[in-house]
């Protein structure tokens, strides 16, 4: 099957064909640390997760570059507001950032570089526009001059004779719509050394630097929310094919919807609201539920933001957990031998399906939908009255579980917590769990309800959740998302 993918440059689906037949690269811009960061700011965190994933799953070697804006106005305003450094700021919402992707499970970066960590790489770009002849020094401001750009709006669709003032406020610009590559330093901020003097870069040249410098002159895919579309990306556009004429600057443009509450964006700068935060979030709902909550809707559509979605995808998350679990006791139960046909087609049919899915501009909302096709199939067939546990079933559950496993990793989900296969420090250990579980068994046959209630509830102090069922009594650990 072949990958095609949503070209936000061309509007349409394009069968993806990166530089090299073995690697991409991929630029995702990062967050600008003046705040916690969102569930709306997470949704391009995980959707590009995703993405790297999968490009890996057909085979791909990818260098992903996620950056973080360290140096910006709304950092600076913050740090005044608070009258505390820059790095004050900077420093605890980067930390915070980080413990954010260590708690969504999501890692595996080429490099998470720092604006402030580039500038030497931004100036030097700086100078190559100004060379080209598209940029000019202005009372040691510097502005890219739109107008010699001809291919300038040709991601938006903006025509330059439509578009309104780009950096309202500055000052010595040829023409309202031209923007900042480097800002003149202002008493009291904080500013490096130029040769158009003391100063800082403006928002958009930072990408262009990071991206070009750490990855290459072209890149096969860069990533963001769908509002940064104008005019972070176009400016991006313009600055690195001014300084770098006769390269593409990216082949495909990849830009993930919006989080939504009622019709309203979610930004940081308008306010976070509590529940808006993802470590606030992170409280409430694993890491599995929220990619769920995410994933559950195709990365370019809009999404609204409420608990309830979030509450029905926990309970998505525990359907696929439960019947993992349930396979899991199964075919423990046997000595594999040979594999059941019926559960060797529903595997082989739904990773078929989820792959095809994928293959269409990343639909993880239809290859979520494969993957519970093959779990509703699976639930039939062992839950079916007269069901056997045969040694050719419990090899095909066991491929089946494997099967599982694998897709929704490639979607970025970790299920291990949830299957209970960690055992946190302190708990029982599974022969105590087991024997306690068959003295309560035979206290039922017995009778002894009393002792078997007994049972059950010193488990659930050591947090042991049992679950009776015809085939036995399966048990796991309790886990975030349990109640």
């Known amino acids: 099957m072949t990958l095609k993918i949503y070209n936000t440059l061309e509007r349409r689906k394009k069968v993806f064909e990166p530089s090299d037949i073995n690697r991409v690269s991929m630029y995702v811009c990062g967050p600008t640390v003046y705040n916690y960061i969102s569930i709306g700011n997470t949704r391009p965190v995980v959707v590009f997760n995703m993405v790297r994933n999968y490009l890996e799953y057909k085979g791909y070697a990818v260098d992903y570059v996620q950056n973080i804006t360290d140096i910006e106005d709304k950092i600076i305003g913050k740090a005044k507001q608070e009258g505390v450094s820059y790095q004050e700021i900077t420093g605890r919402y980067i930390e915070a950032f980080q413990n954010d992707l260590k708690n969504l499970k999501i890692s595996g970066f080429k490099s998470m570089p720092l604006a402030t960590e580039t500038i030497p790489q931004i100036i ?34 903006q025509r330059i004779e439509e578009m309104k003032h780009q950096d309202a406020g500055e000052e010595g610009k040829k023409d309202h719509i031209d923007f900042t590559l ?24 930072e990408c262009s630097a990071m991206s070009t410098s750490l990855l290459s002159r072209s890149i096969d895919i860069h990533g963001g ?64 539920s929220i990619k769920m909550f995410i994933l559950s809707t195709h990365y370019r559509s809009p999404l609204e933001f409420s608990d309830s979605k979030l509450i029905e ?9 439960n019947t993992l679990r349930n ?35 990343l639909n993880s909302a239809r290859a979520l939908g494969a993957i519970f096709e093959m779990i509703k199939k699976i639930n039939m067939l062992i839950q079916a009255q007269g069901f056997s546990n045969s040694q050719a079933v419990s090899a095909g559950l066991r491929e089946a579980q494997v099967m599982i496993l694998e897709l929704t990793g490639v979607l970025g989900f970790d299920l291990k917590d949830e299957m209970g296969a960690q055992e946190d420090e302190g708990r029982l250990d599974k022969a105590e769990v087991e024997e ?6 035979k206290a039922r046959k017995e009778k002894d309800y009393k002792k078997a209630d007994s049972i059950r509830q010193k488990l659930e102090r050591q947090g042991i959740i049992l679950e009776d069922r015809k085939e036995g009594t399966i048990w796991k650990y309790r886990g975030k998302d349990d109640v």
């Not at 480097?182 to 040249?205: L, N, T, V």
């Not at 176009?234 to 094919?241: D, F, L, V």
């Not at 899991?328 to 594999?339: D, I, K």
Request: aromatic share 12%; hydrophobic share 35%.
């Open 124 to 157: 030097e770009i700086i100078k190559r526009i100004i060379e080209n002849g598209f940029a000019y020094v202005s009372d040691g401001n510097v502005y890219f001059e739109v107008k010699k750009f001809p291919a300038y709006g040709k991601l938006s669709g």
């Open 182 to 205: 480097w800002k003149k330093a202002k008493a009291g901020e904080p500013s490096w050394e130029s040769p158009w003097g003391r100063g800082r870069p403006g928002w958009h040249i």
């Open 225 to 288: 929310g769908l509002d940064l579309v104008f005019p972070h990306h176009e400016n991006e556009i313009a600055q690195s094919e001014a300084a770098y004429p006769g390269k593409t600057f990216v082949k495909y443009w990849l830009h993930n919807g919006m989080i939504e509450v009622k019709e309203e964006k979610m930004s940081k700068s308008d306010g976070l609201k509590k529940e808006w935060i993802l470590k606030n979030c992170l409280k409430k709902y694993n890491h599995n």
């Open 327 to 361: 396979m899991r006791f199964l075919f423990q139960q046997q000595e594999p031998a040979g594999v059941e046909p019926e559960l060797e087609e529903i595997a082989s049919a739904g990773k078929k399906e989820f792959i095809a899915a994928m293959d269409d501009d």
């Open 436 to 441: 306690m579980i068959a003295e309560r068994q």
């Open 313 to 321: 995808a926990k309970k998505a998350v525990n359907r696929i957990s």
